[in-house]
């Protein structure tokens, strides 16, 4: 089992179980909707109440009705006003129309499917929004999703189960809809008539809201005998929204565009009153939107949202002021069903909108009970019987019966307090039974989390021992037998396995996961090896570490290191550490660059006075000298430097939840007066990005200074893209009608050439073709070139199974340093160009960083001590410092723990149409590009200051199951962290949400590891194919 633990990939196989870990977890915290599969039918209205018999489809009858759903997305409540809306004000105020607080159940979520047909000016910022699926889906079905919805809900499903335009079109009711494409993803098959609008633009505030009201003429116009043309319209205008993302919810834009609805609603009316039945107009917002243009959050003004009513003749809005009480949104699909003499959907667990209930105590009191019944066959299903508001529902059962049966208008007026006193209970409980955390699979999956991140404890542990302490490991390994090894093995895996079976059965869980059907039977093998693999993987690693003194030169700065990184992960016990996390790190990197700023300068001042005393220990080393004033002239300077530019970058972007509304710098710089600034922000970056990647291409093969020209070439197609999309200014006119995809497509061309431009370099191809790469670059003549050692060319043997002739190491270490800073290179330039043009100026940030607080790292800089090995101490302390400098740079961007910061605008650079998966990629790199840039910068560093390849593969070891163990360390103890709070106020708005950005960050971490041992590979690879072209070409 020792070969686990010495294996260079054990760290990262280990990170791939902790995320199936976590998926284990996932699917127990996030609970699915399970949909009862009851279709609704109009003979299912019962005819008997309490054995008294009565003609439900005559009492259900509510006329003819035509019904109008106008969705204004992101309305927010406080714009239903006079001042913004004054003809609906006006309706309200003449109790025409009533109007509801409406609740939109959080997480407001970022809908991931909308198109991206054109880029135009900051599209970086186009986040169209919204929680559409989550709301619509209530408004329709009667139901409230889940939020594992926001995960599954990529391209917009159709919906399973029973809706409003399902029973609606049962009934023979006309539906149309005009607005967003979804609707009909969502319900296909149910309109008589659409028209989805796909072009969706953020920018677009008027063409995308015209699409909708262009119909509107035509379709809202009766026939000869005043007849509607429909019975159900629905119409989702998105204007509002765009705006308010772009410019948030103050924007000057927003009172134009509320009143421009406010028009579309008194058309509509005037029309209504044009027809020969009456008309409902239901005016609403799927969510509401904070006061800086965001949502996903449970904020007030992102989950009140206003339902306003409105009735033509003769109706009266029975509330006083007609504001009626606050209401679900789910109230809705009831409320259309009855209006268009169609039962309740199956899964409903709304009721009738109060303004409309009728004021017949018959029909009033019959529409209580169909809603209660319907709620309480749901409830029956799920144990609830015996509850309070079950027989609440029972007693008014009782009461209508006698009502029925006697015309006693007191027992009419009891079973109305009985049927809403019980519906109101029965709509809580149903919202909450019908969903329900799976404690079995979570506890599974805490445990599998918490074992694999013991076992990564044990490996890194393991790899910091010195290699004289490994290698007498691996003398021992050849004593054990094999086969006694695997028999042991199988016996752990039994017993876990026993274990698991008596678990489920002990426990008596209804979890799939113990139903050992299907792919849960392969889910449960597979938990069962991993847990028999991290026991022997502990149980190795235990016995063989014996030797941990190189750690035993970590100083305070490592120690301040790692208690930040452990307590980093304790602290989300408080929910405002999670949504502020960026505060944790920023204090923890202000107070790091404190510590190595006053331990740079003491020392320095220690060394300086010593050396005007004259101490002997001071002149008796020159060397200590040079590197004092190296120090004292080299990186004091850049450190506070350093400082001030971290000082201005935090102030680039507000983030978290409660300063968030705050001006930042990029508000200040996107301001049409400071244009020039923002402009000079993305010149200066992409320039030094450029710069930093010219500097970078000295550790390659510069073959013809053809990498520069690459580089050139891709910096320049940034320049074309911000050009081309109004983001930076060009006396070259031209440029400006350029296609922005194909500017994209010639950037991933160049890109790829490069690497492939080394690669052939590497294979010899071009030295087989007359050009020699050691004639052209005579700075590194011997880097690129296979050949045989001279010492060894002259009357030596060579025995080829044991060692190699060529120096295949020398030239795969080369390789290892060009790739890497060609990985480095391209990733700087790809997130220089998807980054919004304020945040280009992080991308050179990040490697500055990285460079300086390096060089601060190094043990040996700042101690007169000499012949110690620091090299254990050297690469914990780096990784780590890299780990903390991607998550400043992380929050420094503007992202948070809320669904809200996503930005959907830079999943769409160079594409025409929606592509999950290059969509999902563009959108991690981006929201993930400080741990990315600071990954790779460390690996590059690795890779060059490595002396030789057994070094290297040693150092990225260590390195790989640092990453790793950081990774699953954070996500074992968060995931201990949300199963405590699962029942907390904020457990889907908080807490929630940032086990997705976990996921999503173990999924790119994992990611990044595999590009490396890509790069190690590819050097094997190479070697490979080299020595073929070298010894035909020496033949």
């Known amino acids: 089992m020792l070969s686990w633990v010495q294996h260079r990939w054990t760290g990262l196989c280990l990170l791939v179980m902790g995320l199936g870990a976590l998926m284990l977890f996932m699917f127990g915290f996030f609970p699915l909707k399970y949909h009862s599969g009851n279709l609704a039918h109009i003979n299912n209205l019962p005819n008997f109440i309490g054995g008294v018999s009565i003609d439900g489809q005559e009492v259900y009858n509510s006329g003819e009705n035509t019904v109008v759903l106008m969705v204004i997305d992101g309305l927010r409540y406080d714009f239903v006003t006079e001042e913004y809306m004054p003809y609906t004000g006006q309706l309200l105020k003449n109790k025409s129309a009533c109007i509801y607080v409406s609740v939109a159940e959080p997480p407001t979520v970022t809908m991931p499917r909308i198109k991206s047909p054109e880029l135009k000016k900051e599209r970086a910022q186009w986040r169209r929004t919204i929680n559409f699926w989550r709301d619509i889906f209530a408004m329709m079905t009667g139901s409230v999703s889940t939020f594992a919805d926001v995960a599954l809900n990529f391209g917009a499903p159709a919906v399973r189960g029973d809706s409003v335009l399902r029973v609606a079109a049962e009934r023979g009711r006309r539906s149309v809809m005009y607005g967003d494409d979804t609707w009909l993803r969502l319900f296909p098959g149910l309109w008589a008539e659409s028209d989805g609008t796909t072009s969706f633009y953020v920018t677009d505030y008027t063409e995308v809201d015209n699409n909708v009201t262009r119909h509107l003429d035509k379709v809202l116009t009766p026939d000869d005998k005043k007849k509607p043309t429909f019975d159900f319209l629905v119409l989702h205008y998105l204007g509002l929204d765009h705006i308010g993302h772009l410019e948030g919810a103050r924007s000057p834009k927003i009172k134009p565009k509320l009143q421009e609805m406010d028009d579309v609603v008194k058309k509509i009316f005037e029309a209504m009153q044009k027809w020969d039945r009456p008309g409902t107009l239901f005016v609403c917002g799927d969510h509401g939107m904070r006061d800086a243009g965001g949502h996903g959050g449970s904020t007030p003004a992102e989950v009140l949202v206003p339902l306003v009513m409105a009735r033509t003749d003769p109706y009266q809005c029975p509330h006083p002021d007609s504001h009626g009480p606050t209401v679900a949104q789910v109230d809705l699909a009831p409320t259309i069903a009855w209006l268009l003499n169609a039962p309740p959907p199956g899964d409903s667990t709304g009721r009738i909108l109060p303004g409309l209930l009728p004021a017949g105590i018959l029909q009033r009191l019959y529409l209580l009970h169909i809603t209660a019944r319907h709620n309480a066959d749901q409830c029956a299903g799920k144990a609830a019987t015996e509850t309070e508001f079950y027989k609440q529902f029972e007693r008014a059962e009782k009461q209508f019966a006698h009502y029925l049966a006697t015309g006693e208008k007191s027992a009419a007026k009891i079973a109305k307090e009985f049927y809403e006193d019980s519906l109101e209970k029965m709509a809580e409980y149903l919202t909450e039974a019908t969903v329900g955390f799976d404690l079995f699979a979570i506890g599974v999956g805490i445990v599998l989390l918490y074992c694999i991140a013991v076992s990564l404890v044990c490996i890194t542990l393991y790899s910091f021992q010195p290699e004289t302490s490994r290698k007498h490991s691996v003398h021992r390994l050849h004593a ?65 570490i014996k030797d941990l003194s190189l750690l035993r030169d970590l100083n305070a700065i490592d120690y301040l290191l790692i208690i930040g990184t452990l307590f980093h992960s304790w602290s989300f016990f408080g929910t405002s550490f999670i949504e502020e996390e960026h ?64 000082r201005y970058l935090r102030t680039m972007n507000q983030t978290g939840d409660r300063w968030l509304f705050l001006p930042d710098t990029a508000d200040w710089l996107k301001a049409p007066e400071n244009a020039f600034y923002l402009q000079a922000h993305l010149v200066i970056g992409t320039v030094a990005t450029l710069g930093i990647c010219l500097y970078n291409l000295r550790h390659t093969n510069n073959l013809g200074h053809l990498h520069t020209i690459f580089t050139t070439a891709a910096a320049l197609c940034i320049f074309c893209y911000r050009i081309a999309t109004e983001s930076l200014d060009s006396p070259f006119e031209d440029i400006k009608s350029w296609d922005t995809v194909h500017i994209v497509n010639v950037f991933w061309v160049i890109l790829i050439a490069q690497f492939v431009f080394e690669f052939l370099t590497y294979v010899g191809v071009f030295k087989n073709c007359g050009v020699n790469p050691a004639t052209r670059n005579t700075v590194s003549s011997n880097r690129f070139d296979y050949n045989k050692s001279k010492a060894k060319t002259e009357d030596y043997f060579y025995e080829p199974m044991i060692e190699e002739p060529w120096n295949l190491e020398e030239v795969k270490l080369n390789l290892a340093r060009s790739m890497s800073h060609l990985m480095l290179n391209d990733l700087m330039l790809i997130i220089a160009l998807l980054m919004r043009p304020h945040n280009v100026i992080m991308v050179p940030s990040v490697y500055i960083t990285c460079v300086l607080t390096s060089k601060c790292m190094d043990h040996k800089l700042l101690d007169s001590r000499s012949g110690r090995n620091t090299e254990v101490v050297d690469i914990l302390s780096r990784t780590l410092v890299h780990v903390w400098i991607g998550c400043l740079f992380f929050f420094y961007q503007g992202n948070s723990n809320s669904l809200a910061s996503v930005d959907l605008g830079s999943g769409y650079v160079g594409l025409r149409s929606y592509c999950a998966v290059r969509v999902a990629l563009r959108m991690g790199v981006h929201a993930y590009a400080g741990p990315a840039l600071a990954g790779a910068a460390l690996y590059c560093q690795l890779a060059a200051e490595a002396s030789s ?33 699962r029942h907390h106020l904020f457990v889907w708005t908080v807490f929630s949400p940032k086990l997705l950005y976990d996921f999503v960050a173990m999924t790119f971490t994992i990611q990044a590891l595999v590009t490396i041992a890509e790069i190690i590979g590819l050097t094997h690879l190479t070697s490979w194919i080299a020595q073929a072209f070298v010894s035909k070409s020496r033949l």
């Open 583 to 646: 505060m944790t790190w920023y204090f923890f990197w202000n107070t790091l660059m404190f510590f190595i700023l006053v331990r740079t300068v003491a020392v320095v001042v220690i060394y300086l006075s010593r050396k005007l005393s004259g101490a002997t220990e001071v002149q008796e080393k020159p060397e200590l000298e040079q590197r004092m004033s190296a120090v004292g002239i080299g990186i004091v300077p850049k450190w506070v430097l350093l400082i001030a530019l971290h």
């Open 949 to 981: 390849w057994r070094q290297y593969l040693q150092t990225v070891w260590r390195a790989t199951n640092i990453f790793a163990l950081q990774r699953v360390y954070s996500v074992a103890v968060y995931c201990v962290v949300a199963t405590v709070f």
């Open 480 to 544: 054990t037998s094999t086969w006694g090894s695997i028999i042991a093995f199988i016996s752990v895996l039994a017993i876990t396995n026993s274990i698991l079976v008596l678990s489920c059965y002990i426990t008596e869980t209804k979890t799939q996961f113990c139903s050992m059907r299907g792919i849960w039977l392969a889910i449960f093998l597979l938990v069962s090896c991993v847990l028999s693999m991290s026991y022997w993987i502990i149980k190795t690693s235990i016995e063989k």
